[in-house]
C-alpha cells in the first residue's frame, strides 16, 4: 500500500509563492492517481489538483486553475504542488492522498482517496 506525506506549508504574504511536496513509498505508484486537496476554516475540504502518475495526466480545481502547477519528480517519487500569486483564501490545511487508478470524473473526490497524509499548513497574510 503506498503511503504519503506532505511538507513545505508556512507563512506567506498575499502575491507570493510556495511549493508543497509530496513524497510517497511503498505500492506501484503507476496504479495509483495522487491528489492535492486543502481544507479552510470551517469550511468542508476542497479538491485542488491531482496526478495521474501512469500517464502524466493533470488536473486541476477551479480555484487552482491558472495559478498552480502539478508536477512530478519519478526518481523521487515525489509529487510537487506550485502555488504563485497565493491569496489569503488559499490559507488551509493542504493534503496529499493516494488512490488507485478510478474512474476519470472521480479524480476531484476526496471520498474516493484512501491514503492521506497528516497535512501541512499554509496560511497567507499580510
Known amino acids: 500500500q503506498v503511503q504519503v506525506s506532505e511538507s513545505g506549508g508556512g507563512l506567506v504574504r498575499p502575491g507570493e509563492s510556495m511549493q508543497l511536496s509530496c513524497a510517497a513509498s511503498?505500492?506501484?505508484?503507476?496504479?495509483?492517481?495522487v491528489g492535492w486537496f486543502r481544507q479552510g476554516p470551517g469550511q468542508e475540504r476542497e479538491f485542488v489538483a491531482a496526478?495521474?502518475?501512469?500517464?502524466?495526466?493533470?488536473y486541476y480545481g477551479d480555484s487552482a486553475k491558472g495559478r498552480f502547477t502539478i508536477s512530478r519528480d519519478s526518481a523521487k517519487r515525489t509529487i510537487y504542488l506550485q502555488m504563485n500569486s497565493l491569496k489569503p483564501d488559499d490559507t488551509g490545511v493542504y493534503y496529499c492522498a493516494a488512490r488507485s487508478n478510478g474512474i476519470l470524473s472521480t479524480i476531484g473526490d476526496a471520498r474516493q482517496y484512501a491514503r492521506w497524509g497528516q497535512g501541512t499548513q499554509v496560511t497567507v497574510s499580510a
Open positions: 511503498g505500492g506501484t505508484f503507476s496504479r495509483y492517481d
Open positions: 496526478f495521474r502518475w501512469n500517464n502524466g495526466g493533470k
